[in-house]
């Protein structure tokens, strides 16, 4: 008798940890959907879909021509729950609650409000992250708002290198596959550009104003700063990105600058403080004109991508050589990393790197496709 025989089957019994996650685990999911359920009620469509996707990480309900403008576009990041959502959530309680802590007579002079905002806005960035569903990318933001944060508990500055490195430390020892992966490589290539950009910007020489120092053109003058604070922020974004954009998906938009310009202002200053007020009115049932406002946000938003998507898909590209990333990737922390004009170098390495790729001989495509998990096989003629 060639049959397998089996033993008798026992039943293991779960041990109180166990139940305990089980049962946080279904809190969370029932929080999650209930969350979601809200949105969409006063929130119909696409708007809605995409106002459950930055607060509950559920991606699903958008319709595929919304996807496709907003990857178009160059606005497909606004999606996933990343470093822009954390950081708005998070940098939104810490100003708040400084700002309010501060008028209170005596209490700046006798307690450490500074301290006090930062613990309170790292309760608001774990709360965002438990109802966000855990995803990777949201995994990496909290825990680089988490470091940047409790920054503030040793009178360190939160914004640095420094600190974005130790994030980067903790992510790769929680997930080292993740290190390959699209999601890691562009986040921190964007956090890193992103601070030395701004640093250096800082240490510019004093350049003469634009407008007159005049009371009337003051609010104008804030405007331009927020304009240039976008602009370079999308810059620095899309230069530090574009390497890895090319590598992995072999296409670089042509107006995600213009895009997040537009965008930008309605996502920071409407659609996340919003949202945030709607999920804190949820409990006493007040939450419909926060989300109202919201999805006329998100329906701006939606717009913007969809006109934005019609300009062109930008540039396409083959297979490039194994050592363009590596290459390319060292270039881009020589260039932020370095204090010197040394740093030069690194920008020198990243263009070597793209002008080889558009000179050189078209790479012959492949006879057979064969998918990473190989379930999937294509032949080609």
Same mark, same amino acid.
């Given at each position: 008798?060639?049959?397998? +025989?089996?033993?008798?089957?026992?039943?293991?019994?779960?041990? =109180?940890?166990?139940?305990?996650?089980?049962?946080f685990?279904?809190v969370?999911?029932?929080?999650?959907?209930t &969350?979601?359920?809200?949105?969409?009620? #006063?929130?119909?469509?696409?708007?809605?879909?995409f106002?459950?996707?930055? !607060?509950t990480g559920? !991606?699903?309900?958008?319709?595929?021509?919304?996807?496709?403008?907003?990857?178009? +576009?160059?606005?497909?990041?606004?999606? $996933?729950?990343?470093?822009?959502h954390?950081?708005?959530?998070?940098?939104?309680?810490?100003?708040? &609650?400084r700002?309010?802590?501060?008028?209170?007579?005596?209490?700046?002079?006798?307690?450490?409000?500074?301290?006090?905002?930062?613990?309170?806005?790292?309760?608001?960035?774990?709360?965002?992250? =438990? &109802?966000?569903?855990?995803q990777?990318?949201?995994? @990496?933001?909290?825990?680089?708002?988490? &470091?940047?944060?409790?920054?503030a508990?040793?009178?360190?500055?939160?914004?640095s290198?420094?600190?974005?490195?130790?994030?980067?430390? *903790?992510?790769?020892?929680? $997930?080292?596959?993740?290190?390959?992966?699209?999601?890691?490589?562009?986040?921190?290539?964007?956090?890193?550009?992103?601070?030395?950009?701004?640093?250096?910007?800082?240490? @510019?020489?004093?350049?003469?104003?634009?407008?007159p120092?005049?009371?009337?053109?003051?609010?104008?003058?804030?405007?331009?700063?927020?304009?240039?604070?976008i602009l370079?922020?999308?810059?620095?974004?899309? *230069?530090?990105?574009?390497?890895?954009?090319?590598?992995?998906?072999?296409?670089?938009?042509?107006?995600?600058?213009?895009a997040?310009?537009l965008? +930008?202002?309605?996502?920071?200053?409407? !659609?996340?403080?919003?949202?945030?007020?709607?999920?804190?009115?949820?409990?006493?049932?007040?939450?419909? =004109?926060?989300?109202?406002?919201?999805? #006329?946000?998100?329906?701006?938003?939606? /717009?913007?991508?969809?006109?934005? /998507?019609?300009?062109?898909?930008?540039f396409? *590209?083959?297979?490039?050589? #194994? =050592?363009?990333l590596?290459l390319s990737?060292?270039?881009?922390?020589?260039?932020t990393?370095?204090?010197? @004009?040394?740093?030069?170098?690194?920008?020198?390495?990243? /263009?070597?790197? *793209?002008?080889?790729?558009?000179?050189?001989?078209?790479?012959?495509?492949?006879h !057979?496709?064969?998918?990473?998990?190989?379930?999937?096989?294509?032949?080609?003629?």
């Open positions: 008798n060639n049959q397998p +025989s089996y033993g008798r089957i026992t039943v293991m019994k779960q041990s =109180w940890l166990d139940q305990a996650l089980l049962g685990g279904d969370t999911e029932l929080m999650r959907n &969350i979601s359920d809200r949105i969409r009620y #006063w929130v119909p469509g696409d708007a809605g879909a106002g459950v996707a930055i !607060v559920e !991606v699903r309900g958008l319709s595929a021509k919304a996807n496709n403008d907003l990857r178009v +576009s160059g606005l497909a990041h606004i999606i $996933s729950i990343s470093g822009l954390m950081a708005l959530a998070g940098g939104l309680f810490f100003v708040g &609650i700002r309010i802590l501060s008028l209170v007579p005596g209490l700046a002079e006798n307690m450490p409000i500074k301290k006090i905002a930062a613990l309170g806005a790292i309760g608001t960035t774990t709360g965002y992250f =438990w &109802i966000s569903g855990y990777v990318a949201a995994q @990496r933001a909290y825990l680089m708002m988490v &470091i940047m944060l409790s920054a508990f040793f009178d360190r500055p939160a914004l290198l420094r600190n974005t490195a130790i994030a980067a430390l *903790f992510v790769v020892i929680i $997930s080292p596959s993740q290190v390959m992966g699209p999601s890691l490589q562009m986040s921190f290539a964007a956090t890193f550009a992103l601070i030395a950009g701004f640093d250096l910007w800082r240490k @510019r020489p004093k350049m003469p104003a634009i407008l120092d005049i009371p009337v053109l003051k609010p104008l003058k804030s405007l331009l700063k927020i304009v240039a604070g370079l922020t999308s810059a620095l974004g899309g *230069f530090s990105t574009a390497m890895f954009s090319a590598a992995h998906f072999h296409r670089v938009g042509l107006h995600g600058l213009e997040n310009l965008a +930008s202002p309605i996502i920071e200053m409407v !659609v996340m403080p919003s949202a945030m007020m709607g999920v804190l009115l949820m409990p006493f049932g007040l939450e419909q =004109w926060p989300l109202r406002l919201m999805g #006329w946000g998100l329906d701006g938003v939606l /717009a913007i991508g969809s006109y934005i /998507a019609n300009w062109g898909n930008g396409t *590209f083959g297979r490039f050589e #194994w =050592w363009f590596p990737s060292v270039g881009l922390l020589v260039l990393l370095l204090r010197t @004009r040394l740093r030069a170098i690194g920008a020198v390495m990243i /263009a070597l790197a *793209f002008v080889y790729e558009a000179v050189k001989a078209p790479t012959p495509l492949p !057979v496709l064969i998918t990473e998990d190989a379930q999937l096989v294509g032949l080609l003629k």
